[in-house]
């Protein structure tokens, strides 16, 4: 058999396609934000205008992250506002006219809190949470509410009010939970960062998937008043942000003592964190950091070799990465677990004490069938099983035993924190369930744990690895991270939400092909849309070549300028006509964007050639 392979075209890429307006959120940091306000390069309402026109494009467009519930209405003329004081008497703060996602679990009394349920989907609760309250004092923009795990009770952002959330990196998959639509709304730059809470693992597990960092705080550094309860004991609220300067602001200002919530009375007596200050404070080679091993051991491959890789970072600056085993610790965090004690009458009290008045209870929720099946066995566990109060004082002794065991740890090998993946496992296919959950050893002791992006897989998945510190240290775990992400540019923006044109989101590239060489004719209209990452095609042989062309392939130029093997076929034996759409690995859109994508055809009646002739 003879054979031509015939470089047709190379597909090009126009990088006019994200020609941008003097100023936009794009991935912009609350810092860039804040000076070009002070500038007047923006206006808070251009800002709202701009983060809208990206949820319009992207939320229930494009590729459909399906990440928000609400947009705030009055998001505009709160900003309009937040723009006139500033004229008058300047920013209030860092935060001030600057638009921030809210999970739909926090309360906002002028917009619906529902938990991402059918069943309180016009719930206006009587008071703003807390942390809210914060924020809007801080002169934030509170610009629209995220979807979440229904109540909070999952890892992958499923709900009946809203449906699955998506993820930005690959909307195939999960974008981790409960705060999954926070995450994937932050890394999307829907807003400048976002607020989520975390029982087990909801702050922290979606920052590992969308290449953010978040915070699950020490337990009483921040009010949970005013957050939709799953476990009062285990709760913690914070942020999600693409910066550690983003995190470190936010953290700032919504820390601290709050008369409603007792845990927080320890505030009362400890100096504020101050975590921007404190952000640049560590070195990697002062570093004392105590691996656990089975964590990193149960990960499955692409996440153990990217979390790897992260923690050698610091070994090579110089610190000492102490290989940590802690006995019975499966039994310590199985036994220290509260949720399930908690759940039914701490959701009962909320109802109460926020007006909740057409569902009052757990019980009559469930009874309506007022929630998605992604969280029916758990609600019906909840309300079968009798309380035992013994169990319950059982298991916060247990908590106790826990932190004590890690606290031991931490004093015994003199580290300055545990360190672990986030995650075990990739994010999997939406509709299958989410293993490999690291979240317990913070959020069964109470003590603060950070996730930080490691990296990427080869697939371009975003991988986490979490730090877990001392009591009340919290500022200490931002300082370690920090050090890292100044040496390594781990942030990488989704390539499904670029940014818009025009207030547009980007059209498709269009490429129109013709072969016509010894007999073999062909046309292929190719079809490249960084929205959804598809690259569609259609493919017409003329009846007179079909007997003779045996394939047509896709295939990306090597850097030896050689042919590599086939990514694609397009076309095989016997077929005069077809159509298809592929999803783009990180390669094939890089290989895109560099103008190295090729076709190459196969026959019997073409001449062979020494190698691939390539018209660039």
Not at 239 to 247: E, F, N, Q, T, V
Not at 395 to 417: C, G, K, N, W, Y
Not at 476 to 484: C, G, M, S, V
Not at 561 to 585: H, I, K, R, Y
Request: charged residues 20%; contains cysteine; glycine residues 6%.
């Amino acid at each position: 058999m003879q054979l031509l392979i015939g470089l047709v075209a190379v597909l090009a890429f126009s990088m006019n396609l994200f020609a941008q307006a003097p100023f936009t959120v794009f991935e912009k940091s609350i810092n860039e934000i804040q000076e070009a306000l002070e500038k007047g390069d923006v206006t808070s309402v251009e800002l709202v205008d701009q983060y809208l026109a990206r949820v319009a494009a992207y939320d229930k467009k494009g590729p459909h992250l399906n990440s928000i519930v609400r947009v705030n209405e009055n998001a505009r003329a709160q900003a309009a506002v937040l723009d006139e004081e500033r004229k008058n008497s300047g920013a209030r703060s860092m935060l001030h006219g600057i638009p921030i996602l809210i999970k739909d679990n926090y309360n906002t009394s002028d917009i619906p809190t529902t938990g991402a349920s059918v069943a309180l989907a016009n719930f206006f609760p009587n008071q703003n949470s807390t942390q809210v309250g914060k924020l809007l004092d801080a002169g934030a923009i509170l610009i629209a509410k995220t979807n979440l795990h229904e109540f909070a009770y999952g890892i992958t952002s499923v709900s009946s009010l809203v449906g699955q959330t998506k993820n930005p990196y690959d909307y195939r998959r999960v974008p981790g939970g409960s705060s999954g639509g926070t995450g994937a709304a932050v890394a999307a730059s829907f807003g400048a960062a976002g607020m989520g809470s975390d029982t087990c693992g909801s702050i922290r597990i979606p920052s590992a998937y969308n290449n953010l960092y978040g915070l699950r705080p020490s337990k009483g550094l921040s009010s949970i008043f005013g957050i939709m309860p799953l476990s009062h004991t285990q709760d913690t609220g914070g942020p999600l942000a693409r910066s550690l300067g983003d995190l470190a602001i936010l953290l700032d200002l919504t820390v601290g003592y709050d008369p409603e919530d007792q845990a927080t009375q320890v505030m009362e007596s400890r100096p504020h964190p101050e975590f921007v200050k404190n952000l640049d404070t560590v070195r990697a080679s002062d570093l004392r950091l105590g691996k656990i091993v089975s964590y990193f051991d149960n990960a499955d491959r692409p996440t153990q070799a990217v979390t790897s890789e992260a923690l050698n970072w610091y070994a090579e600056q110089g610190a000492e990465i102490v290989d940590v085993s802690i006995p019975n610790l499966s039994d310590l965090l199985s036994s220290s677990r509260v949720i399930e004690h908690e759940f039914e009458s701490d959701l009962n009290e909320y109802f109460e004490i926020f007006g909740s008045e057409k569902i009052d209870s757990l019980e009559k929720l469930f009874e309506l069938g007022l929630f998605h099946e992604a969280i029916r066995e758990r609600l019906y566990r909840t309300l079968e099983e009798e309380p035992s109060n013994e169990n319950y004082m059982a298991a916060l002794e247990a908590r106790v035993i826990l932190r004590e065991a890690l606290s031991l740890i931490f004093e015994s090998q003199d580290l300055d924190a545990l360190v672990y993946p986030t995650m075990g496992k990739i994010p999997v296919f939406t509709g299958e369930q989410q293993a490999g959950s690291n979240c317990s050893m913070a959020a069964n002791s109470g003590l603060p744990a950070l996730s930080m992006p490691a990296g990427f897989t080869e697939a371009g998945i975003p991988v986490g690895i979490e730090f877990l510190g001392k009591q009340f240290q919290d500022s200490q775990l931002l300082a370690i991270a920090q050090d890292f992400a100044n040496s390594n540019n781990v942030r990488q923006p989704p390539s499904v939400t670029p940014p818009l044109v025009n207030g547009q989101s980007p059209s498709p590239e269009v490429v129109e092909l013709i072969f016509n060489q010894s007999g073999i004719r062909l046309a292929a209209d190719f079809s490249i849309n960084r929205v959804t990452n598809l690259i569609s095609y259609e493919i017409f042989v003329d009846p007179e070549s079909v007997e003779d062309l045996f394939a047509v392939t896709l295939n990306i130029m090597s850097s030896e300028d050689e042919p590599s093997a086939t990514m694609l076929n397009l076309v095989g034996p016997m077929t005069d006509q077809t159509s298809g759409d592929w999803f783009m690995s990180p390669e094939l859109l890089t290989a895109f964007k560099e103008q190295q994508l090729y076709i190459r055809v196969f026959s019997d009646s073409l001449p062979v050639e020494g190698k691939a002739i390539l018209l660039r």
